[in-house]
């Protein structure tokens, strides 16, 4: 209750027009007379929504647009490509946002509220909202097979006897990269399952990156732990990889 004594809407007010922003309850009440004769106001939850979703946008324009040589996801290579068809002019925006190429595929389990998602060059998200995986071939003589960065692709949602998966295929004239994404059950816990398999004309790397970004865009990670065996990675002490195998193509 202490809260309705305190002047904290003219603080809020005063702050915003100190550093030169509209006053946000001004606006808010503007926004509120778009609703009449409306017996109901606009949707906060909208509101909330828009808000996370462009202050994604404001992190993108600061790491994006600054280190275009960092290899991205494919929404952001395209997008952000003067030469490509899904560019999208910039100068004006305050936020960069995925518009070009949301079309990426959820992969789960019925009665499973988890839902991994593959974009449509293979980047593998396992969490909601979280970091990704992302698989390259670097052979020692060629260019690396960067499958973001490849405007051709093939991608398949098949469904066997036991379960769906997404099926990821990226090639050029000297590597080929497939992936496949499920996810299983083990002891009862939902897994998000990756299987890679590389090719390549001579001796290489096939390489699988923990990425700091999802087909939304950055997405931080701020802690990686490693056991001593070298085949498990725990990130920011929630989630944890499991590397099985690994093998040079």
């Known amino acids: 209750m202490w809260m309705k004594w305190l002047p904290w809407r003219y603080v809020v007010s005063r702050v915003a027009k100190s550093q030169g922003f509209l006053d946000p309850l001004t606006l808010m009440a503007r926004l509120r007379q778009f609703a009449q004769p409306s017996e109901v106001a606009e949707p906060v939850e909208l509101l909330r929504a828009g808000a996370v979703f462009h202050a994604r946008g404001l992190i993108n324009s600061r790491a994006i647009q600054h280190n275009l040589d960092w290899v991205w996801p494919y929404w952001a290579e395209r997008q952000f490509d003067p030469l490509d068809d899904s560019f999208v002019p910039r100068a004006f925006s305050i936020t960069h946002v995925n518009l070009t190429h949301r079309n990426w595929t959820a992969v789960g389990q019925p009665d499973c509220d988890w839902l991994p998602i593959v974009d449509p060059r293979g980047l593998v998200t396992p969490l909601f909202d979280g970091w990704s995986l992302d698989a390259w071939i670097v052979p020692t003589d060629a260019e690396p097979l960067l499958p973001s960065r490849r405007k051709e692709g093939d991608q398949w949602l098949r469904f066997d006897e036991h379960n769906l998966h997404v099926e990821t295929r990226v090639a050029d004239d000297h590597s080929m990269l497939e992936s496949i994404v499920e996810m299983v059950w083990d002891d009862d816990q939902p897994v998000c399952q990756l299987r890679i398999h590389g090719q390549s004309r001579s001796p290489g790397w096939l390489v699988v990156s923990l990425r ?38």
Do not use: K, M, Q, S
């Open 212 to 249: 700091p970004t999802n087909p939304e865009g950055v997405a931080f990670i701020h802690r990686i732990d490693r056991d001593d065996e070298r085949t498990t990675l725990t990130v920011d002490e929630t989630a944890t990889d499991h590397w099985t195998a690994a093998r040079n193509v």
